[in-house]
């Protein structure tokens, strides 16, 4: 069966029901609103659906163009973001939990360095923020980041290493799940 045709107005409505949920879970895990979220995940449609005879798809899926115009319009929210980012972080570590249990999940859950990892997010520059969050939370490949921002394919790696290597030093020099294997060991 072929792929939905973006220059049918009927035929868009597939694309909306097979990328929506996905699109919003993204939105809704950058901007942490619901109301936010759903307003950019609807946006992003909204604008798809007007520059729909615009897509090439020699540039990419539709997949990641609509998630690079869902990266642009959360950009249009970045200083909201940032200051919720902040916000997180002023708050610091989550208290001890009570029992075993209680510290496993929240260690499994890496409670303890929310509010660093927060901060760190919101200190990155905005490239690299933008393909940390495209491949961490929209579990995109390079190549689509690439797509989905219009940025080449060896720039995806690059930001992705300088986000890497800034978070760990933000962190301490640690990496969260190394320290979590150790203590299962």
Do not use: C
Not at 4 to 13: C, G, I, V, Y
Not at 39 to 68: C, I, K, N, P
Not at 160 to 171: M, N, V
Request: proline letters at 4%; a positive charge; glycine letters at 10%.
């Amino acid at each position: 069966m072929p792929a939905p045709s973006l220059h049918d107005p009927e035929r868009f409505a597939e694309i909306f029901d097979g990328h929506f949920a996905e699109i919003h879970r993204y939105a809704a895990r950058r901007l942490e609103d619901r109301d936010a979220a759903y307003d950019v995940a609807s946006q992003t449609f909204l604008e798809a659906f007007r520059g729909r005879h615009r897509f090439d798809g020699s540039r990419g899926t539709v997949r990641s163009w609509l998630y690079g115009i869902a990266t642009n319009l959360i950009g249009k929210h970045r200083r909201t973001e940032q200051r919720a980012l902040r916000a997180r972080a002023r708050l610091g570590a989550a208290p001890p939990a009570e029992g075993h249990a209680d510290r496993v999940n929240a260690r499994v859950s890496a409670q303890g360095l929310r509010g660093a990892l927060a901060g760190a997010i919101a200190a990155l520059p905005d490239g690299e923020r933008d393909v940390l969050l495209l491949v961490a939370l929209a579990d995109l490949s390079h190549e689509e980041v690439a797509a989905a921002l219009a940025i080449p394919y060896g720039t995806v790696g690059s930001r992705l290493s300088r986000a890497r290597k800034r978070l760990r030093k933000a962190l301490g020099g640690t990496n969260p799940m190394l320290d979590l294997e150790e203590d299962d060991g």
